[in-house]
């Protein structure tokens, strides 16, 4: 529950703390005092957007805080999603800086928004006017029936094999819409990597074909030049070999008298025996050396179909080819291979939504089974709030599996005898509406685990006696629940455990919006002025004592 709520610098309000009781607490005030602003600023601290125009003095941060007690909910595991760490005592923060920036805070761990709604939404639960147009909703009305039977843990497992399916139905619809892509290119790939394979790349040597070719087409020259470089190295009158033999005749007939020239007389051997090997290699290359056109034709034909191929893939050599090659093996086989993904996704897919079917036929029973009770329940509270004709009837029909279910509900409304009853945005009036809405409220509040419902105007459109049993009706909601209710009405402020008052203050420079919690007499004052206006009669006060004594406060004098 909410232990202390603080709010500095936000819109008309300077500075605000408020100690709620654990019980039921009433807001009062004049029309513009500041309780809606004041609800405005709860719910920056449940994750609502922010701006920076709301700052009471604009060169200022603008915090608001609440310390919740939230012991005996059993939250721990909401922590532990957020990967916060949990304590008894949680303390939510929101900062606005005159920048426009703003920041949150869990337990004074900087968390994001969705993490402050989250964890706020777990803590407090803010009925405005909003919530009561939303009862015309018919999810809203869904979800309230699936409140009120237990049914939301039903419903997650139903929900997460929904979602599960609709995963499985989306990937199945991908997967065919790429096969359906590829089929139009598989042919046009087959045709390439036919090509390809028909060009028996593998081994392929292209720089090889490509000497082959050059040394083929030159073979005259070739022979030619080897010849004539045979005849001066050994074969002419003034032969390379010859000449190197007579120096090594002269030098060696000198060598024993100079060890320099024995020197040089062993290296010219060595060069003799390495010209010799070099003579050796060019006559077997001359000899092999031989034109053949029918090769060449052979060579440059294969050549031409690598060149081809290349240009056609925009690639400059094999290796590039092969890669090709390969890329389109795996593009043909694939079709093959999604072919079998989408036999397995589609019987994936259809296991799956019978379990859907299963469980949304088990959830709708589950549903159907509450309706009666429902509609018998709401008609009772109802009745005791002065709408004794009231006829509730939850109309049924089922539908395709959804988010949902397979239901489709619509909540059917007259306060009228005799009267057909209708959809309850034709049926119902403003006050109809929130008596309606807080009877459901009332209904669920045994199904929720909230430690703090906030409701704004819920007794709009009531008074009197009837008013006297909504004040009732919270009084036992607020014995499992803190209640926080701003309302206009004496009979409400009087039902209340706490009395708090927010007015305006005019100060020199500007004005501000306060609240303080009201003694006996001071709420004897306000319900009074609540009754008969600014200057209430003796009646009026002895009618606020009498509504106060009637709550069981034991009033003085």
Do not use: W
Request: glycine share 6%.
């Amino acid at each position: 529950m909410l232990v202390d709520l603080r709010i500095q610098n936000y819109a008309l309000i300077e500075k605000l703390e408020l100690k709620p009781s654990a019980l039921l607490n009433i807001i009062t005030g004049e029309t513009g005092a500041g309780k809606s602003i004041m609800l405005g600023a709860i719910g920056l601290l449940l994750g609502n957007r922010a701006d920076s125009r709301m700052l009471f003095d604009t060169n200022k941060k603008c915090v608001i805080e609440g310390h919740f007690d939230i012991r005996s909910y059993q939250l721990q595991d909401i922590f532990e999603s957020e990967d916060l760490d949990y304590d008894q005592q949680c303390i939510l923060r929101r900062e606005l800086s005159p920048a426009g920036k703003s920041r949150a805070f869990v337990n004074d761990t900087p968390v994001t928004l969705e993490t402050l709604r989250h964890i706020g939404a777990n803590l407090m639960d803010i009925h405005s006017q909003h919530d009561t147009l939303l009862l015309g909703d018919a999810v809203f009305q869904l979800n309230l029936l699936d409140l009120y039977a237990n049914l939301v843990p039903t419903r997650a497992q139903y929900s997460g094999a929904y979602r599960q399916y609709r995963k499985l139905e989306t990937d199945l619809k991908a997967l065919e819409s790429q096969v359906a892509q590829a089929n139009k290119e598989l042919d046009y790939h087959s045709f390439l990597l036919n090509e390809l394979e028909e060009a028996s790349l593998d081994n392929e040597r292209q720089d090889e074909l490509e000497q082959e070719v050059k040394e083929l087409e030159h073979a005259e020259e070739i022979k030619y030049k080897l010849t004539h470089a045979l005849q001066s190295l050994s074969e002419g009158e003034y032969c390379a070999t010859g000449a190197l033999k007579d120096a090594a005749v002269l030098l060696g007939q000198i060598a024993p008298y100079s060890e320099p020239v024995k020197e040089l007389r062993h290296r010219l051997d060595s060069c003799l025996i390495e010209l010799r090997d070099i003579t050796d290699e060019i006559e077997q290359v001359e000899r092999r050396t031989e034109g053949d056109p029918a090769r060449i034709d052979e060579l440059q034909s294969r050549l031409n179909v690598l060149y081809s191929l290349q240009r056609k893939h925009q690639v400059r050599d094999v290796v590039d080819l092969l890669a090709v090659r390969a890329d389109l093996r795996d593009k043909v086989g694939s079709v093959l291979n999604l072919d079998k993904q989408i036999s397995r996704l589609r019987r994936d897919a259809e296991a799956t939504l019978a379990t859907v079917q299963k469980q949304a036929l088990r959830l709708s029973e589950a549903r159907r089974k509450v309706f009666p009770k429902f509609e018998k329940e709401l008609a009772a509270l109802l009745m005791d709030l002065g709408m004794p004709h009231s006829r509730i009837v939850v109309q049924h029909q089922e539908g395709a599996p959804a988010a949902s279910g397979i239901d489709e509900i619509s909540i059917l409304f007259t306060a009228n005898k005799g009267a057909q009853p209708q959809t309850l945005s034709k049926a119902a009036s403003g006050g109809e509406f929130s008596r309606l809405m807080l009877c459901i409220k009332y209904m669920l509040a045994d199904k929720t685990a909230l430690p703090t419902i906030v409701f704004d105007e819920i007794d709009t459109g009531i008074s009197g006696e009837i008013a006297l049993k909504v004040g009732r009706m919270m009084q036992q909601m607020a014995k499992k629940h803190q209640l926080i209710a701003i309302s206009h009405l004496p009979q409400m402020a009087a039902a209340g455990d706490a009395h708090y008052f927010v007015y305006k203050e005019d100060r020199a420079d500007r004005t501000v919006s306060r609240i303080r919690e009201l003694s006996q007499e001071e709420r004897i004052h306000e319900i009074a002025q609540m009754i008969s206006g600014a200057k209430p009669s003796l009646h009026a006060t002895q009618s606020a004592r009498e509504l106060l004594a009637l709550r069981g406060v034991e009033m003085a004098g």
